[in-house]
């Protein structure tokens, strides 16, 4: 029995020569490999700071364009000395390129300025109110996974019936309703007409809900129409014919081999949206005046505290910095081709 | 290897645990008769017959051929023998059951006994799943069917060298890739093999490769092969029986050299006069 197996595959030689030559990942020298990715780190950490200075300098130059901040604080009736006396104490009569080399030396200490409102560090404030904003966009942006990502999968696999109508409808009204407005009516409903929640301020986790379903509600339907089209996109591949008829269960094959392979620009979304709203959930923050972040860079806005807006404007460009290597690496341990 | 081998062969010989029940083991591993598959056209909306009445039979250790244009209608009558497709109307019994009759469950718990090789090797294989844990997964899903073999004999056995296990389909060439596949067929130890034109994606020189392995591979087995192509030398060269379709039909079938030397079909006629000659005669 064993001659007659081996017989057929004697016939033909061990190894198919023209698959030798095939892939350049056939054999690459390990070495080679290795400094080919360091290479690409460092190019990668480059590009990074490269952004990140851009992000800081037009933060400085917007800064500066906005007016003499000497005149908000003092008022319109201080004298030209009082004027030049604060200047001198804020650091303005200095040179534009000794202020912003000051400014550059200030960013790399963590030394981003004081406040001309609070006479207080910006770092230690923003250190103060981030963790307000961490738990709002946390709360937000895993409500909207939780819901988004199923929801996008359902309407996929369900593609043109109303399962998926239906989702897509919720996800058209979920990116077009404007968010202050949302925010006011569920106060109106949850907090005012049924007296279930508090209308804002934080302290407990009931504080949280409705700031977090706020905040939810537009990266969910942004997810979920992404979830939608990318996952419908992947569920044509024929490796997922090749799955079913190798006998994986549907929900293997549609969340392992079919969202396994949309998840890439889902979860770019995902970061790229937490970035946006770390430093931007201005409105779903006044509006349940949660003392987060958002709401400091209105009240900075608001008193031109120039220092204090450069400061979370700067912030905000490190965070999304930091989470766009974030997206980088997290797509390398994704997808094996990116490696 | 011989070992793992021979294992490899009692487990084609009819002994294998896990059989489905209602299969005697003695009818034909896939019986079609007079099924009509239609589908609507995108544009106009009208019906038409992808597979119109067409019938075939595939006995144990068999390898019938069905070879026609694309567009005949050959890979719209193999996705149904499988199940993965439109099953139309008509008789459709594989391993001796009604295809329309099983449930999803007890569909899924017969796909083992009949894997598909499809035409695209790269696209078959989930980008972001290594040779390794690709396997791995079959074997999770029948783990006493699959243990006969291990990974490193599985891919001596398709002749790719076990440090491919580790590499994902994007570091393979197509003919790796196809060998891939097929072991990933092998590994289930099918009753029923279905190719879907599995060396047209491959380059020339990697396509008699291939389909040598296929053949080897079918025998050690011990499985039957229904072979969907649009090459007539190679179906010739790999097939007992086959079906020549043409918009849906079976315009001739037979014994394999019966009719490549005899076509009685005009259509047929017209193929075998369109093959290249020299191809032709090297396969002789």
């Known amino acids: 029995m064993t001659q007659e197996l081996q017989a057929p ?9 023209s698959d030798r030559s095939a892939p350049a990942a056939q054999s690459p020298a390990p070495s080679g490999r290795g400094a080919e990715r360091a290479r690409r780190i460092l190019l990668r950490v480059g590009g990074a700071l490269v952004t990140l200075l851009i992000a800081v300098t037009i933060a400085f130059a917007l800064g500066r364009m906005s007016g003499d901040p000497t005149s908000t604080i003092l008022g319109p009736m201080a004298s030209p000395e009082q004027r030049e006396a604060l200047r001198a104490e804020l650091g303005l009569d200095q040179p534009l390129i000794v202020q912003y080399l000051e400014y550059l030396r200030g960013i790399v200490t963590g030394d981003l300025g004081t406040s001309l409102q609070f006479y207080q560090s910006n770092t230690q404030m923003i250190a103060d109110r981030l963790p307000y904003t961490l738990q709002l966009v946390g709360a937000g942006m895993l409500l909207a996974v939780l819901v988004g990502v199923p929801l996008g999968v359902l309407a996929a696999t369900r593609e043109g019936t109303w399962w998926d109508r239906g989702a897509s409808a919720l996800a058209l009204l979920g990116q077009s309703v404007p968010v202050f407005w949302l925010g006011m009516m569920l106060v109106l409903l949850f907090a005012v007409k049924l007296d279930l929640l508090p209308a804002g301020q934080s302290g407990s986790p009931q504080h949280l809900v409705l700031p977090a379903l706020t905040m939810a509600l537009y990266p969910m339907a942004h997810i979920a129409r992404l979830t939608r089209a990318t996952m419908s996109e992947v569920l044509r591949e024929p490796f997922i014919d090749a799955a079913r008829a190798r006998g994986l269960a549907t929900r293997q094959v549609v969340w392992r081999h079919g969202f396994g392979n949309a998840a890439l620009p889902v979860l770019t979304i995902v970061v790229l949206q937490t970035g946006t709203l770390l430093s931007g959930a201005v409105a779903v923050e006044y509006v349940y005046s949660w003392p987060g972040l958002g709401q400091l860079a209105l009240q900075a806005i608001q008193f031109r505290d120039f220092p204090l807006v450069q400061a979370i404007v700067v912030f905000g460009a490190i965070t999304f910095v930091l989470l766009n290597q974030l997206v980088d690496v997290l797509h390398a341990l994704i997808d094996p081709r990116l490696r | 290897m011989a070992n793992t081998l021979e294992q490899g062969t009692a487990a ?26 239609e589908h609507r056209r995108e544009r106009s909306r009208e019906m038409f017959r992808a597979v119109d009445g067409v019938s075939l039979a595939i006995g144990a250790g068999e390898t019938v051929g069905v070879v026609g244009e694309s567009g005949s209608g050959k890979t719209t009558l193999a996705m149904a023998a499988t199940g993965l497709g439109a099953t139309g109307s008509g008789g459709l019994r594989l391993l001796g059951r009604d295809l329309r009759a099983l449930r999803s469950r007890e569909l899924r718990a017969l ?25 791995r997964e079959l074997r999770g899903l029948q783990p006493e069917r699959t243990s006969w073999i291990d990974d490193e004999a599985l891919l001596e056995q398709v002749r790719l060298a076990p440090e491919l296990l580790d590499r994902y389909p994007h570091q393979l060439s197509g003919g790796q890739a ?17 190719a879907d034109e599995p060396t047209s994606g491959l380059d020339v020189s990697v396509q008699a490769d291939v389909l040598e392995l296929l053949r080897a591979s079918q025998r050690t087995a011990g499985a039957s092969m229904l072979f969907i192509s649009h090459d007539l030398a190679v179906v010739r060269s790999i097939c007992q029986q086959v079906h020549v379709m043409f918009r849906g039909k079976v315009v001739e079938s037979g014994p394999v050299d019966q009719v490549f030397t005899d076509p009685q079909d005009p259509y047929t006629r017209r193929l075998i006069e369109a093959m290249p000659g020299a191809r032709w005669r090297a396969r002789r």
């Open chain 2, 178 to 194: 196809q060998r891939v596949c097929i072991a990933r067929a092998l590994v289930m130890r099918p009753r029923l093999i279905v």
């Open chain 1, 9 to 17: 595959l004697a016939g033909s030689p061990p190894v198919a020569p």
């Open chain 2, 111 to 135: 796909r083992p006994e009949v894997q598909v090789v499809f035409q695209d090797p790269h696209g078959s294989l989930d980008p972001r799943q290594s040779v390794r844990s690709g396997l």
């Open chain 2, 12 to 37: 084609g010989s009819g002994r294998r645990p896990g059989t489905p029940p209602g299969d005697g083991g003695t009818g034909p591993v896939l019986e079609i008769t007079d099924l009509v598959i």
